[in-house]
Nanobody
Framework: QVQLVESGGGLVQAGGSLRLSCAAS????????MGWFRQAPGKEREFVAQ????????HYADSVKDRFTISRDNAKNTMTLQMNSLKPADTAVYYC????????????WGKGTLVTVSS
């Protein structure tokens, strides 16, 4: 099992920045990729960004490209999401997830952290 704990959510004004972190523990050596997803009120959960644990290659949703940056620290088993130029549309609960394979659904999820962007 892999345990994931998010931190760093909060309230920020539009145009501001926040940095989310995800701490992984347990069988982290099984992790192939990690990612961030978000779920806004009344909407389905959507993909935000992901990073391959070993190579560091990453992929972003079009809605956050050029504003968000995903990174990881293999030694500390942590992943971060730097969010800049935030918009009210970015308001959501953000979830950290870990996948044990190159593709397919994520296998492990954190409990989420709330990001609220005020206009």
């Amino acid at each position: 099992q892999v345990q994931l704990v998010e931190s760093g959510g909060g309230l920020v004004q539009a145009g501001g920045s926040l940095r989310l972190s995800c701490a992984a523990s347990g069988r982290t050596f099984d992790v192939y990729r990690m990612g961030w997803f978000r779920q806004a009120p009344g909407k389905e959960r959507e993909f935000v960004a992901q990073i391959h644990w070993n190579s560091g290659s990453n992929h972003y949703a079009d809605s956050v490209k050029d504003r968000f940056t995903i990174s990881r620290d293999n030694a500390k088993n942590t992943m971060t999401l730097q969010m800049n130029s935030l918009k009210p549309a970015d308001t959501a609960v953000y979830y950290c997830a870990a996948g044990l394979a190159r593709i397919g659904p994520m296998n492990h999820w954190g409990k989420g952290t709330l990001v609220t962007v005020s206009s």
